[in-house]
């Protein structure tokens, strides 16, 4: 009997739920921190520039926001962007860190404008055309 009760409490406790405790967000890399943080940070100068009617800003900033979605969607396909905006908007900080952070946003967007753009002028100087 006594054997019949243990193994009775053995199986209730094995059948009872597992207590939820709330998520711990994971640690992302610096590099996936610094990306999500620019996808950010375009995204806002998309929202001022659409609030203060400037198409130029609008379209440039539109392109650093796909440019950051985009190599996210690369280096962490998994990344629920989401949940890790609202995790990184209560944590990023103003001030001088997020200027550095906007400059080097902005650097690391334009090297790779610019790294576009000479392909293009390679290819066309090379002669190449699109087959099909």
């Known amino acids: 009997m006594k054997s019949l009760m243990l193994l009775l409490s053995a199986a209730a406790v094995a059948a009872a739920p597992a207590p939820v405790f709330a998520a711990q ?4 890399p610096d590099s996936v921190k610094h990306d999500v943080q620019c996808f950010m940070l375009y995204a806002m100068a998309v929202q001022h520039a659409v609030e203060g009617n400037n198409e130029k800003v609008k379209q440039a900033g539109g392109l650093g926001v796909m440019y950051f979605f985009t190599k996210l969607k690369v280096e962490a396909p998994n990344l629920d962007l989401f949940e890790t905006i609202k ?3 209560d944590g990023m900080k103003g001030g001088a860190q997020l200027e550095a952070t906007g400059r080097s946003c902005d650097t690391e967007f334009q090297q790779q ?17 699109p087959t099909t």
């Open 113 to 129: 404008g610019l790294a576009l753009q000479n392909l293009g002028e390679r290819l066309k100087q090379a002669g190449a055309k």
């Open 25 to 28: 967000p994971a640690a992302l």
């Open 87 to 89: 995790q990184e908007a």
